[in-house]
C-alpha cells in the first residue's frame, strides 16, 4: 500500500520561508496526484489552503504556495507568521484509495 | 457557500455500532462526491470513506472496510455513515467533507466518537 509521507516537525523564524513536502514512499509525486494542502489548529477542523498542486483557496493569502519539486509536492511559506505556527497535511489522490493522507507537519514559527 | 453539519456521536461500547449523519446546506448536495475523515486524538488526519454524488460508487480504507458502510440520501441533503463493529482504535473525530476538483474544499466541525467500555 502506497503511503504518503511529510516531514514531522519544521521551525521557522518569524519573517522567513520554509518549504514543507510530500512524497509517496513509492514513485514520484505529479500533478496527476492533484497534491492538496490543508492547515489545522488544535480543536479546529482543517482549513484548505491548495489544491490542483498550486491553486490556492479562497481567501488564502498569497504567501501560501503550492508546487512540485523534484519528485515531490511541496507548500512554500514566505514570510512566515506566528498564526501560521499549525500542523500541515498533504492529501494525494491515489490508486486504491482514492485519497492518501500524509501524516502532517507540525509548523513552530519561533 | 453552504456548510455540512456532523452529528451522532458518542459513547459506545467496543463491539457497538452508531450511525453518523452529515446535513448540507446552501450547495447543491448531489452534485458533489462526499467523504468521511477521521482524526484520532493527538493524531493525523485518516481518510474514512467517499461516495460519488449519486451514491453509485463507494470505497473505503483497508481499516474499516466490511465493517463501515457509507450512504446518502440526496432528498434529505444528507450523508451517512454506519460504523459496526467497533473497535478502541475507531475513536475519533469524525469529519464529512465535501470533494470538488480533487480536494476537500469544505469541511465540517466534526463528530467525536469514542469506543470504550
Known amino acids: 500500500q502506497t503511503v504518503v509521507t511529510q516531514e514531522p516537525s519544521f521551525s521557522v523564524a518569524p519573517g522567513g520561508t520554509v518549504t514543507l513536502t510530500c512524497g509517496l514512499s513509492s514513485g514520484s509525486v505529479s500533478p496527476t496526484h492533484y497534491p492538496s494542502w490543508y492547515q489545522q489548529t488544535p480543536g479546529q477542523p482543517p482549513r484548505t489552503l491548495i489544491y490542483?498542486?498550486?491553486?490556492?483557496s479562497s481567501g488564502v493569502p498569497d504567501r501560501f504556495s503550492g508546487s512540485i519539486l523534484g519528485n515531490k509536492a511541496a507548500l512554500t511559506v514566505t514570510g512566515a507568521q506566528a498564526d501560521d505556527e499549525s500542523d500541515y497535511y498533504c492529501?494525494?489522490?491515489?490508486?486504491?484509495?482514492?485519497w492518501g493522507f500524509g501524516g502532517g507537519t507540525k509548523l513552530t514559527v519561533l | 457557500e453552504g456548510q455540512v453539519v456532523e452529528s451522532g456521536g458518542g459513547l459506545i461500547q467496543p463491539g457497538g455500532s452508531l450511525r453518523l449523519s452529515c446535513a448540507a446546506s446552501g450547495f447543491t448536495f448531489s452534485s458533489f462526491s462526499m467523504n468521511w475523515v477521521r482524526q484520532a486524538p493527538g493524531k493525523g488526519l485518516e481518510w474514512v470513506s467517499y461516495i460519488t454524488g449519486g451514491g453509485d460508487i463507494k470505497f473505503y480504507a483497508d481499516s474499516v472496510q466490511g465493517r463501515f458502510t457509507i450512504s446518502r440520501d440526496n432528498a434529505e441533503k444528507s450523508l451517512y455513515l454506519q460504523m459496526n463493529s467497533l473497535r478502541a482504535e475507531d475513536t475519533a473525530v469524525y469529519y464529512c467533507a465535501r470533494d470538488h476538483i480533487f480536494t476537500f474544499d469544505m469541511w465540517g466541525q466534526g463528530t467525536m466518537v469514542t469506543v470504550s467500555s
Open positions: 492529501v494525494l489522490y491515489v490508486a486504491g484509495g482514492p
Open positions: 490542483n498542486t498550486n491553486i490556492r
